[in-house]
């Protein structure tokens, strides 16, 4: 008896470790209308509405049997980003913009803008600014900067939203900040 004991409590923990280590089945993912094969790259701030719908016979029915785990419906803000004209990323253009000798401090200026729906660019609130020199660099690239193709959203331009970050020289680590503990 106690044989068969050990020889059940060994099947289940066999029998759980090979589920534990079962690849989890994942839903179909639709996005903005069109199947997508992951998700992990969307931003958060961009997802205006998630909706799950169950694995039942109507969602299989509607969606194939890519659908028996469940469908992830997720709706974006818009139907197109927001796209920069030049041939690199808004943050590198801004950088590149921006004169400041490998001799000045290691800084970093952080602003969160909005795009507006004719293309440009309108600076909501700066997050970091560690040198005030930098900042104003920043600020002049960033209103001198071409004007950006806006997101649409049903084929209409509407507002979207950025962070940016800028830190020169390039390359060079922010110095830590010194703290003091008292014993």
Same mark, same amino acid.
Do not use: C
């Given at each position: ?13 066999? =029998?759980?470790? *090979? ?30 509405? /998630? ?34 004209? =030049? ?18 401090? *290691? ?70 900040? *010194?703290?003091? /503990?008292?014993?």
């Amino acid at each position: 008896m106690k044989r068969m004991t050990i020889l059940l409590l060994w099947g289940v923990f066999i =029998a759980l470790s *090979v589920r534990a280590a079962a690849p989890k089945p994942k839903p179909l993912y639709i996005v903005n209308g069109k199947v997508a094969e992951q998700i992990g790259d969307i931003p958060p701030e961009e997802i205006e509405r /998630v909706e799950m719908l169950p694995a039942d016979e109507e969602t299989i029915a509607r969606y194939g049997e890519r659908a028996m785990h469940g469908v992830m419906l997720i709706t974006l803000r818009y139907d197109e980003p927001a796209l920069f004209p =030049a041939d690199t990323t808004f943050g590198n253009y801004i950088a590149r913009q921006i004169r400041w000798d490998d001799d000045e401090p *290691v800084a970093r200026v952080v602003l969160r803008y909005t795009i507006t729906e004719d293309g440009s660019v309108r600076v909501d609130d700066t997050l970091e600014s560690t040198d005030n020199r930098l900042k104003r660099r920043v600020l002049k690239a960033v209103e001198e900067a071409p004007r950006w193709q806006p997101a649409r959203k049903n084929g209409r331009p509407i507002a979207s939203e950025g962070v940016l970050s800028i830190q020169l020289p390039e390359g060079r680590s922010m110095p830590r900040r *010194v703290e003091l /503990v008292y014993r």
